[in-house]
């Protein structure tokens, strides 16, 4: 398995990721990295540990033949959403907009889910207000933190998919 690392590099919300034959800056959670166990919902904080990438999701006005990488990727619609609501069944689930309770909207004006790696935390299976929603996605300019994701310039974004393997996994870890 290939970790892609992704750490804090002295700002609390600004890291270094490292993967094969590539590195960039990334932006992790506004208020820091914090051990998995304690990760909650809200809390804006990435959660360290070791996270299987489980696919790639993508606008497909922005990639219209979808992203070069060997992972699975899947296009996203103006109604896909993702559920963060720790009471809804859907918990950390994708989910159909509008939805009954809480959700992200994925197809964003911001552009920052133009493309997404979704990453296994939380999710075999969901535990409520553990965190929803933790990925890996475009950074806005100046690498603001995140609410927990970790975040990169689209052109490290692209070279870390043409990288990644089937099996590879994103580290979150604290300096």
Known sequence: MTIFRAHPDGQIASG???WRDGAARCALGKAGVIAADDKREGDNKSPAGVWPIRHVLYRPDAYPNGPVTALPAQAIAPDDGWCDAPADP???RPVKLPYPASAERMWRDDHVYDLVLV????????????G???FLHLARDGYPGTEGCV????ADVEALLAAAQLGDAVEVAAA
């Not at 990453?119 to 553990?130: E, S, Y």
């Not at 975040?151 to 689209?154: Q, S, T, Y």
Request: glycine share 8%; proline share 12%.
């Open 16 to 18: 270094q990721i490292v």
């Open 119 to 130: 990453l296994g935390h939380n999710d075999d299976p969901p535990v409520p207000g553990r």
């Open 90 to 92: 859907a918990y950390n």
């Open 151 to 154: 975040a990169l310039a689209r």
């Open 132 to 134: 929803s929603a933790i």
